[in-house]
């Protein structure tokens, strides 16, 4: 469950900078497969908003102290731009924190990585061009893989956590195509701006947790957990988003944008080998090759959209 800066075009890096930047980045993807799995252990239906809120309230207040003068110098246009896809980002944890909930992990990271699928069709779209050929080919081997994967008991109707996965797939291709086209947000110092994003989607969990029928009460919630349930929660605020956050940072300036996201694009990788090793989950012989299809094919389409 990824959080994705907008990193700044780098310098290519000498080649022995560069490998020295691919440990922390592989961990970053490590512990974004193992996401999933551990928010499924935290986190019911009844608990996804309380869980969302306490996550990232212990993560803002990090990121306003560390970029608190650099957030003071962004214009109103900016913070408005970044508002925009706080709201986006926040729709994003909620469609992947419920259907995890309904899913399981590894259904619920194979199935994400098919925003490296969706965000190159949608850009094509926008900008009426046609993809190739190749590209193409290599969605229809990752859609395949899915069809496959979700029906590791035999072809039924996928259950509605794969497709509110599916649904922030589609939101995630939404987030970087608007950071893309919103010309406030593109000078952005990083940091402010994912700091203003969290906020955005914090306010976004604290609204909703008013609501009657949010579910459990965030404090409540937090009073009700034990120890494996605080480790849980504490690894996907320190690890899975602030550690991520600056390791990206450190990383695209010492390497290159493409390096970091063909590197963080195994993330639906270790997503399964979690789901599987640690979670006792079980796929039959689609789902295993539902999985190769879908890792074959977004490897395939990120060459071929480049």
């Not at 900008?127 to 193409?136: A, D, E, Q, W, Y």
């Not at 349930?229 to 690890?239: K, P, R, T, Y």
């Not at 399964?272 to 977004?298: D, F, H, K, P, Q």
Request: proline share 5%; hydrophobic share 55%; aromatic share 6%.
């Amino acid at each position: 469950m990824s959080t994705v800066a907008a990193p700044a075009p780098a310098p290519v890096a000498a080649p022995g900078r560069a490998r020295l930047a691919d440990l922390p980045v592989l961990l970053v993807a490590v512990v974004w497969g193992g996401s999933y799995l551990a928010a499924k252990g935290i986190t019911t239906t009844h608990t996804v908003i309380a869980v969302l809120v306490l996550r990232f309230a212990l993560v803002l207040p990090v990121l306003v102290v560390a970029g608190r003068r650099r957030l003071r110098a962004l214009s109103a246009a900016q913070l408005r731009g970044a508002g925009v896809l706080g709201l986006v980002l926040g729709g994003i944890f909620l469609l992947e924190t419920y259907g995890v909930v309904h899913t399981s992990a590894t259904n619920a990271g194979l199935i994400i990585s098919l925003t490296m699928i969706f965000t190159p069709l949608a850009e094509a779209a926008v900008r009426r061009v046609r993809p190739s050929t190749g590209f193409l080919g290599a969605a229809a081997v990752s859609v395949a893989g899915v069809v496959l994967l979700t029906q590791g008991a035999g072809f039924t109707t996928p259950g509605p956590g794969d497709l509110l996965i599916l649904g922030a797939a589609l939101a995630r291709t939404l987030h970087v195509l608007l950071m893309a086209r919103i010309k406030a947000v593109q000078d952005a110092d990083s940091l402010s701006l994912t700091t203003v994003q969290l906020g955005g989607a914090v306010a976004v969990f604290a609204l909703l947790a008013l609501l009657p029928a949010s579910g459990a009460n965030p404090w409540e919630t937090a009073a009700g957990f034990g120890p494996r349930e605080w480790a849980g929660l504490v690894f996907l605020a320190v690890f899975c988003t602030l550690f991520a956050f600056f390791v990206q940072m450190w990383a695209v300036r010492r390497t290159s944008p493409s390096r970091v996201s063909l590197l963080l694009g195994t993330e639906p990788l270790w997503a399964a080998a979690a789901g599987i090793a640690i979670g006792g989950e079980r796929l039959g012989a689609a789902g295993l090759v539902g999985v190769a299809l879908v890792l074959g094919g977004t490897a395939w389409g990120r060459r071929a959209a480049t």
